[in-house]
T-cell receptor, first 114, second 115 residues
Framework: QKEVEQNSGPLSVPEGAIASLNCTYSDRGSQSFFWYRQYSGKSPELIMF????GDKEDGRFTAQLNKASQYVSLLIRDSQPSDSATYLCAVNPLPSGGYNKLIFGAGTRLAVHP | ETGVTQSPTHLIKTRGQQVTLRCSSQSGHNTVSWYQQALGQGPQFIFQYYREEENGRGNFPPRFSGLQFPNYSSELNVNALELDDSALYLC??????????????FGPGTRLLVL
């Protein structure tokens, strides 16, 4: 079983719609969760982070975390063509040896069409 | 822009050669992590440096090594390059404060091609 799983997509949504991106993780002790956006040929850019169960909103983005179900999602409201990118879910598992690392999913490709 | 810089941006090497990649962390950050991202995959953790020492390592062989300098900048060295080492190498900068809540910011990456 992969540690962090995402649907590879592409997820195609019309402009102005809500895009819903999902991620599951295997380490129940994971402490923090991140969403990065990666445009083709570029490096990952931090969008959101969430530590506690529930929702966290930042502008058009909402991150949702359910630790009991080991599930984290990202909602993008009023999707724009400029949101078209690969979205990477990253999990910081329970620190071992006193360091933090990120475990990434393979990413979900989002395509927003006009 | 995150303030994390990497050099060079692109590099072409042949099998068996050695390569050194460089990273300058964001101002105020004391920790550097290195990741390898193969095409179509998510980044994979190579190792992390904190206080000039390797603080943790992923599933990479010893020919991947690194350094961190007093100004928190870092180098990634790869010896005996293999074709599979072709990837985007990402440096991430962070401030180690709260365990488990550290946020990592990525540099632009170095794209390495091994022929």
């Amino acid at each position: 079983q992969k540690e962090v799983e995402q649907n590879s997509g592409p997820l195609s949504v019309p402009e102005g719609a809500i895009a819903s991106l999902n991620c599951t993780y295997s380490d129940r002790g994971s402490q923090s969760f991140f969403w990065y956006r990666q445009y083709s040929g570029k490096s990952p850019e931090l969008i959101m982070f969430i530590y506690s169960n529930g929702d966290k909103e930042d502008g058009r983005f909402t991150a949702q975390l359910n630790k009991a179900s080991q599930y984290v999602s990202l909602l993008i409201r009023d999707s724009q063509p400029s949101d078209s990118a690969t979205y990477l879910c990253a999990v910081n598992p329970l620190p071992s040896g006193g360091y933090n690392k990120l475990i990434f999913g393979a990413g979900t490709r989002l395509a927003v069409h006009p | 822009e995150t303030g994390v810089t990497q050099s060079p941006t692109h590099l072409i090497k042949t099998r068996g050669q050695q390569v050194t990649l460089r990273c300058s962390s964001q101002s105020g950050h004391n920790t550097v992590s290195w990741y390898q991202q193969a095409l179509g995959q998510g980044p994979q953790f190579i190792f992390q440096y904190y206080r000039e020492e390797e603080n943790g390592r992923g599933n990479f062989p010893p020919r991947f090594s690194g350094l961190q300098f007093p100004n928190y900048s870092s180098e990634l060295n790869v010896n005996a390059l293999e074709l599979d080492d072709s990837a985007l190498y990402l440096c991430a900068s962070s401030q180690t404060r709260d365990r488990g809540k550290e946020t990592q910011y990525f540099g632009p990456g170095t794209r390495l091609l091994v022929l």
